[in-house]
């Protein structure tokens, strides 16, 4: 007769950003995780005739061994990684953000000095100049978005990349933990 010794497992899921799935796989790897799975949820398809709206989301499944010893101390570091990688999110999502909405308010300024030329008619200089500022406020509106998104990754991107060093120490510091008690 043989014995089989039985293993039980933790079983986690997580939804990160596309661009952001490679980091969240190999911080959780180093807290004893292993991927199991990665879903994306199809393009959905409202009209026939528009493009596919796609997921910028994926959903990482893993598991553990629940032998793991030390897991309190495992636990505390994943937590810190956690918080880290909610701010690497937060962070790239606002490099977008912020220069979306300026342009959006340029863009809606400039729609309205071309309705209000439209209103008044064409027929004197004053509405054709006002059509032009409406027309320059759109262009600006094109400019400020770029301008200000590299601009925003300029000053994020240091941010970013303490907080990606902040999930490297963290797993390194579980992974000898979890090394040295084996």
């Known amino acids: 007769m043989t014995s089989q010794t039985s293993t039980g497992y933790e079983y986690m899921t997580v939804r990160a950003p596309q661009q952001l799935a490679p980091l969240y796989r190999d911080a959780y790897r180093n807290f004893g995780w292993s991927l199991e799975k990665v879903q994306q949820r199809p393009p959905i398809r409202p009209f026939p005739l528009l493009p596919a709206i796609r997921s910028n989301t994926a959903t990482l499944s893993f598991r553990r061994d629940r032998a793991l010893t030390n897991t309190a101390m495992v636990g505390e570091f994943q937590?810190?990684?956690d918080?880290?990688?909610d701010a690497v999110v937060r962070m790239e999502r606002s490099k977008k953000t912020i220069p979306i909405g300026v342009a959006t308010v340029l863009a809606a300024?400039?729609?309205a000095l071309l309705a209000?030329?439209?209103?008044?008619?064409a027929t004197a200089a004053l509405p054709i100049i006002i059509?032009?500022?409406?027309?320059?406020f759109w262009g600006t509106a094109a400019i400020a978005?770029?301008?200000l998104k590299s601009a925003r990754t300029r000053q994020l991107e240091p941010s970013i990349l303490a907080e990606q060093a902040r999930v490297f120490d963290a797993g390194q510091q579980a992974a000898q933990l979890i090394n040295s008690s084996r």
């Open 79 to 81: 937590r810190t990684a």
């Open 131 to 136: 059509g032009v500022f409406g027309l320059v």
């Open 83 to 85: 918080a880290s990688l």
């Open 116 to 121: 209000t030329c439209l209103l008044l008619g």
């Open 145 to 147: 978005y770029f301008a």
């Open 109 to 111: 300024v400039g729609t």
